[in-house]
């Protein structure tokens, strides 16, 4: 009985089984991965429990990969953003300075820096939710586009 020498490619295999195993037991189970977020556009419902001011439109779009957008509530605004699995990072944003009433321009301003603390974002249908370092409530976004 000879014993024949195994080839590089089961070698191989023998290495990465492991390392495959070892990533896969340390995906969360269960946990919600966001839909493809590339051309989607939402509407912010509640912003961490207090609510949004009616007739005011604060948005997000994710209008390319790593392009954020949308509206603060008074003025527009532009970044870029990184998202692996679920967790979700905003870089620095840039955008218009318009002058606005006073509520319209609290509001914006609890907007933008939950938006820099952002961490995590749960996809349900055609509502998205934004975890933010900081708040025990997330942000509430409605799909506004198909």
Same mark, same amino acid.
């Given at each position: 009985?000879?014993? /024949?020498?195994?080839?590089?490619?089961?070698? !191989?295999?023998?290495?990465?089984?492991?390392? !495959?195993?070892?990533?896969n037991? @340390?995906?969360?189970? $269960?946990?919600? *991965?966001?839909?493809? +977020?590339?051309?989607?556009?939402?509407? !912010?419902?509640? !912003?961490?429990?207090?609510?949004?001011?009616?007739?005011?439109?604060? *948005?997000?779009?994710?209008?390319?990969?790593?392009r954020?957008?949308?509206?603060?509530? @008074?003025?527009?605004?532009? $970044? %870029?953003? /990184?998202?692996?699995?679920?967790?979700?990072?905003? $870089?620095?944003?840039?955008?218009?300075?318009?002058?606005c009433?006073?509520?319209?321009?609290?509001?914006?301003?609890r907007?933008?820096?939950?938006?820099?603390?952002?961490?995590? +974002?749960?996809?349900?249908? %055609? %509502?998205?939710?934004?975890?933010?370092?900081?708040?025990?409530?997330?942000?509430?976004? *409605?799909? *506004?586009?198909?």
């Open positions: 009985m000879s014993s /024949t020498p195994s080839s590089p490619l089961s070698r !191989l295999a023998w290495l990465v089984a492991p390392a !495959l195993a070892l990533l037991a @340390c995906a969360m189970p $269960g946990a919600p *991965t966001p839909a493809p +977020l590339v051309g989607s556009e939402w509407q !912010l419902e509640d !912003l961490g429990g207090r609510g949004v001011l009616d007739r005011v439109q604060a *948005t997000l779009a994710f209008p390319e990969a790593g954020v957008a949308g509206n603060g509530s @008074c003025n527009r605004f532009f $970044g %870029t953003y /990184t998202l692996m699995q679920d967790r979700i990072s905003l $870089g620095p944003m840039g955008g218009t300075r318009m002058a009433d006073e509520a319209v321009s609290d509001q914006e301003a907007y933008m820096a939950a938006l820099q603390k952002a961490q995590r +974002l749960e996809v349900q249908g %055609t %509502t998205m939710l934004m975890h933010v370092q900081g708040q025990d409530k997330p942000l509430r976004f *409605t799909r *506004t586009n198909p």
